[in-house]
């Protein structure tokens, strides 16, 4: 069985840190690029980061990439996003997805993931 489980969020304040980090099982995510995708309460999930499956490649959007880094360690199988510089609007469940395109295109599509984590809550306090 496939896995994704996010983990590291949680409840901190404006211009805090905090790292996540998404764990696979049941697959080698180096075959795989990565993207974090963060949700909010009546609104689309959005895709914030991507890293490509050689690790050669990241792209964030233009609203955190700043602040927020993505990284992976394929000899751990697990895929980061560290956030530093938090904002209330930073607030959001994240979640991390798993591309299986062999072309290196950060895709905001959440139909081209194939797998998805449960996400991990992020709260940001003003």
């Known amino acids: 069985e496939v896995q994704l489980v996010e983990s590291g969020g949680g409840l901190v304040q404006a211009g805090g840190s905090l790292r996540l980090s998404c764990a696979a099982s049941?697959?080698?995510?180096?075959?795989?690029?990565i993207g974090w995708f963060r949700q909010v309460p009546g609104k689309e999930r959005d895709r914030i980061a991507c890293?490509?499956?050689?690790?050669?490649?990241?792209y964030h959007i233009d609203s955190v990439k700043d602040r927020f880094t993505i990284s992976r360690d394929n000899a751990k199988n697990t895929v980061y996003l560290q956030m530093n510089s938090l904002k209330p609007e930073d607030t959001a469940v994240y979640y991390c997805?798993?591309?299986?395109?062999?072309?290196?295109?950060?895709?905001?599509?959440?139909?081209?993931?194939?797998?998805w984590g449960q996400g991990t809550q992020v709260t940001v306090s003003s």
């Open positions: 997805a798993a591309d299986p395109s062999v072309t290196w295109y950060p895709s905001p599509r959440q139909d081209d993931y194939d797998y």
């Open positions: 049941g697959v080698a995510l180096d075959d795989y690029a």
């Open positions: 890293i490509s499956l050689s690790n050669d490649k990241a």
